[in-house]
């Protein structure tokens, strides 16, 4: 007896089953590149907290100690891409970092490009406690002007 057998599933799982696998090498591709980008802007920001608090004319400027931070980390970064480049730049209202390179570069020049970016201000805690005080006296005087 000679019975036929239908080939659809085969057929059918020919077509799904490369899919499946691209979609999900798709997803991890994804994942690893939205990671690094969080982890260099966390490491942009954990720099520029670092040159934050030096001051400039003293023995250490506040960009060379940012950036100096800001190396450290790029090269603790494990994933395959390119070496980032880093901008770190200070101000006297505060320090930024920058990291920009690219995940993956076999896939294309201008694919998978990142920038992530931390700017902070400067910490000036004479400036908020005179603001605070002007408050206060302020609350005072209103509060004595007008006894409701």
Known sequence: MNEWKKGS??????FLIPMAVMLTALLIVFTFYAHNKVWYTAAAYEAALAGNGRREGNEWDASASAREKAEERSVQQVMPGSKPD????SSPWGTEVRYSGQRFPMFSEHLFTY????KVEKVRPVKYLRALWLMKELEG???????E
């Not at 599933?9 to 020919?14: I, K, M």
């Not at 880093?86 to 730049?89: E, S, V």
């Not at 920038?115 to 931390?118: K, N």
């Open 115 to 118: 920038t992530a970016e931390a």
């Open 9 to 14: 599933f085969t057929v059918e799982s020919a």
């Open 86 to 89: 880093i901008y770190a730049g």
């Open 141 to 147: 005087s209103i509060s004595s002007e007008n006894p």
